[in-house]
């Protein structure tokens, strides 16, 4: 069973950084697809940064991108979500899942649905 565990959130000022990190357990795949979600009130789940944990390929939605960066550490199964330049409308819950990859080059997806396991979540909070 995969358990994931999400820390790091918090309340900062627009343009300030945050560093989510998830720790996993119970991963028995070498490829997995590991990502980071968000939720804010009364708005579907959506995609922020994914990265598949074999060949290291990633995912970033245009709202974040060159501003988040996802990282990881394989042997440890961690994986990390460095959030710099932080905008107001970035305020949501955020949560890490994992998803089984068919090969460690294919490319990490973001639908919610191909993920099967999921954190509790971390709330991130940006102040203007």
């Known amino acids: 069973q995969v358990e994931l565990v999400e820390s790091g959130g918090g309340s900062v000022q627009a343009g300030g950084a945050l560093r989510l990190s998830c720790a996993a357990s119970?991963?028995?795949?070498?490829?997995?697809?590991m990502g980071w979600f968000r939720q804010a009130p009364g708005t579907e789940r959506e995609a922020v940064a994914t990265?598949?944990?074999?060949?290291?390929?990633?995912y970033y939605s245009n709202s974040v991108k060159g501003r988040f960066t996802i990282s990881q550490d394989k042997a440890k199964n961690m994986v990390w979500l460095q959030m710099n330049s932080l905008k107001p409308e970035d305020t949501a819950m955020y949560y890490c899942?994992?998803?089984?990859?068919?090969?460690?080059?294919?490319?990490?997806?973001?639908?919610?649905?191909?993920?099967?396991?999921w954190g509790q979540g971390t709330q991130v909070t940006v102040s203007s």
């Open positions: 119970g991963l028995t795949s070498s490829s997995n697809y």
């Open positions: 990265i598949n944990t074999g060949g290291g390929s990633t």
């Open positions: 899942a994992a998803g089984r990859a068919g090969s460690a080059y294919s490319y990490p997806p973001a639908l919610p649905g191909t993920y099967e396991s």
